[in-house]
């Protein structure tokens, strides 16, 4: 029976050794950790603009939380707006709080909203945003985006489009309240409408377009805004598809020696972009098949005096005014 005793008690000082052992690793967890409070951070990036009656404010949405986390449960935005005082710079958004008014509620999904702007013109016009969960919890305030709200100008009327040599010249009818100027808009096909210039009046020559392809144009007017011109609505749009229907520059510095069995003419080369060559007439007879690419030509067998008409051709067939020469 000692015998047996003493085989025992060792391995129960072991269990009792290794339970110890485990009791205090136990021991170094810490406390429970707060709950997250789940707090969106705020929007960032608002800015606003004017376009026609209304105002466009952006933002760019958050992607964590207060705490650093990714924020899963976003619901909405919420839009602010309150008139200013011109003078001095703006309070902070907090200080205005109490006298925001929402002006908008955008899905989790939008990062943009239109405000009327009738109603506020002539006022400096403060805009903020803030985000909300599905709680209920709400961000701080956004940076504030400042406007000077302006009257837009009338649209302009009695657009016209006329192809001329030098592109696509427009016209229209001064619009009321452009004090800016106009913006010139093109769209070509499918492809989407863009600013292709500005003018300072109601006249404009598009000199990007290009002869065979179709084009459609609109105009607006722009108004004075100390944060910027604002456009107004754009005129009625015209078509036009402009032909080349004008003949390229007459050749220049003709000049003509008469050789003993020739006369040789030579002339400048010609800057038209789409010359195709050149015709040599003598007493209203062509004297060459096809057109000449040089500007140059050699009449062997000439009479004394010879009468010669030199002109330059287009890829479309228009030929310019004749260069005139009499060889003795």
């Given at each position: 029976?000692?015998?047996?005793?003493?085989?025992?008690?060792?391995?129960?000082?072991v269990?009792?050794?290794?339970?110890?052992?485990?009791?205090?690793?136990?021991?170094?967890?810490?406390?429970?950790?707060?709950?997250?409070?789940?707090?969106?951070?705020?929007?960032?990036?608002?800015?606003?603009?004017?376009?026609?009656?209304?105002?466009?404010?952006?933002?760019?949405?958050?992607?964590?939380?207060?705490?650093?986390?990714?924020?899963?449960?976003?619901s909405?935005?919420?839009?602010?707006?309150?008139?200013?005082?011109?003078?001095?710079?703006?309070?902070?958004?907090?200080?205005?709080?109490?006298?925001?008014?929402?002006?908008?509620?955008?899905?989790?999904?939008?990062?943009?909203?239109?405000?009327?702007?009738?109603?506020?013109?002539?006022?400096?016009?403060?805009?903020?945003?803030?985000?909300?969960?599905?709680?209920?919890?709400?961000?701080?305030?956004?940076?504030?985006?400042?406007?000077?709200?302006?009257?837009?100008?009338?649209?302009?009327?009695?657009?016209?489009?006329?192809?001329?040599?030098?592109?696509?010249?427009?016209?229209?009818?001064?619009?009321?309240?452009?004090?800016?100027?106009?913006?010139?808009e093109?769209?070509?096909?499918?492809?989407?409408?863009?600013?292709?210039?500005?003018?300072?009046?109601?006249?404009?020559?598009?000199?990007?377009?290009?002869?065979?392809?179709?084009y459609?144009?609109?105009?607006?007017?722009?108004?004075?805004?100390?944060?910027?011109?604002?456009?107004?609505?754009?005129?009625?749009?015209?078509?036009?598809?402009?032909?080349?229907?004008?003949?390229p520059?007459?050749?220049?510095?003709?000049?003509?020696?008469?050789?003993?069995?020739?006369?040789?003419?030579?002339?400048?080369?010609?800057?038209?972009?789409?010359?195709?060559?050149?015709?040599?007439?003598?007493?209203?007879?062509?004297?060459?098949?096809?057109?000449?690419?040089?500007?140059?030509?050699?009449?062997?067998?000439?009479?004394?005096?010879?009468?010669?008409?030199?002109r330059?051709?287009?890829?479309?067939?228009?030929?310019s005014?004749?260069?005139?020469?009499?060889?003795?």
């Amino acid at each position: 029976m000692n015998s047996e005793a003493h085989v025992v008690r060792p391995l129960v000082v072991v269990s009792l050794a290794a339970a110890a052992l485990l009791a205090g690793s136990c021991g170094q967890v810490g406390a429970p950790l707060p709950p997250l409070l789940n707090i969106p951070a705020r929007a960032e990036n608002v800015r606003a603009q004017q376009v026609e009656d209304r105002v466009v404010v952006r933002w760019t949405a958050p992607l964590l939380t207060t705490e650093g986390a990714a924020l899963k449960n976003l619901s909405r935005f919420i839009v602010y707006a309150v008139e200013i005082a011109k003078d001095g710079p703006p309070a902070a958004p907090e200080a205005l709080a109490p006298h925001f008014k929402t002006v908008g509620d955008v899905p989790a999904t939008g990062e943009s909203l239109e405000v009327p702007a009738v109603g506020r013109y002539g006022q400096r016009t403060a805009f903020a945003v803030r985000a909300i969960t599905t709680k209920g919890k709400m961000s701080l305030w956004s940076n504030l985006a400042v406007l000077d709200l302006t009257a837009p100008p009338e649209a302009p009327a009695g657009l016209a489009a006329t192809a001329t040599a030098d592109g696509v010249a427009l016209e229209w009818t001064a619009a009321q309240g452009a004090t800016a100027g106009y913006l010139i808009e093109r769209s070509t096909g499918s492809a989407a409408t863009q600013v292709v210039g500005n003018a300072a009046g109601p006249a404009y020559v598009d000199s990007s377009a290009r002869f065979g392809t179709a084009y459609e144009y609109r105009v607006r007017g722009r108004a004075e805004s100390p944060s910027g011109s604002v456009p107004g609505p754009s005129s009625e749009s015209v078509a036009i598809t402009p032909r080349d229907e004008f003949p390229p520059r007459p050749p220049q510095g003709l000049r003509g020696v008469r050789a003993p069995q020739s006369v040789e003419l030579a002339w400048s080369s010609s800057s038209e972009p789409d010359l195709a060559g050149y015709t040599v007439e003598r007493d209203g007879r062509k004297l060459h098949e096809g057109l000449l690419t040089a500007p140059a030509f050699s009449d062997a067998g000439a009479p004394a005096p010879a009468a010669y008409e030199v002109r330059a051709v287009d890829q479309n067939g228009n030929r310019s005014e004749a260069a005139s020469i009499t060889v003795e």
